[in-house]
Nanobody, 124 residues
Framework: VQLQASGGGLVQAGGSLRLSCTPSVHGFNGYDMAWFRQAPGKEREFVAHIDWSDGSGYYSNSVKGRFAISRGNASDVVYLQMNSLKPEDTAVYHC??????????????????WGQGTQVTVSS
């Protein structure tokens, strides 16, 4: 299974972007999904997680209240709506899937599949 992340780009501070994560196979359900990001010279950072069973979201403190993770109603696509973007949100954003519900959703090692990433650049 491959995950295709898209929707990144260049945006001014305060602007919005919506990222999409599309699996390479149909019927890709039963997986918890998450977004991580990695800025140059920094470690990969957890951003958001969505529970497959109830659709509930969990967010890092740095994006809570500004970002929203969701699933498409009739598709396997997972979205990350990013509002009120800040320069410090600049990073490559990766989506990830976990075959079994992670014990610790912020731990990247608990995810089985990863996308190649999409670049988000926020100018000041």
């Amino acid at each position: 299974v491959q995950l295709q992340a898209s929707g990144g780009g260049l945006v001014q501070a305060g602007g919005s972007l919506r990222l999409s994560c599309t699996p390479s196979v149909h019927g890709f359900n039963g997986y918890d999904m998450a977004w991580f990001r990695q800025a140059p010279g920094k470690e990969r950072e957890f951003v958001a997680h969505i529970d497959w069973s109830d659709g509930s979201g969990y967010y890092s403190n740095s994006v809570k209240g500004r970002f929203a993770i969701s699933r498409g109603n009739a598709s396997d696509v997972v979205y990350l709506q990013m509002n009120s973007l800040k320069p410090e949100d600049t990073a490559v954003y990766h989506c990830a899937a976990a075959r079994f519900g992670p014990n610790n959703v912020i731990n990247a090692n608990e995810y089985d599949y990863w996308g190649q990433g999409t670049q988000v650049t926020v100018s000041s």
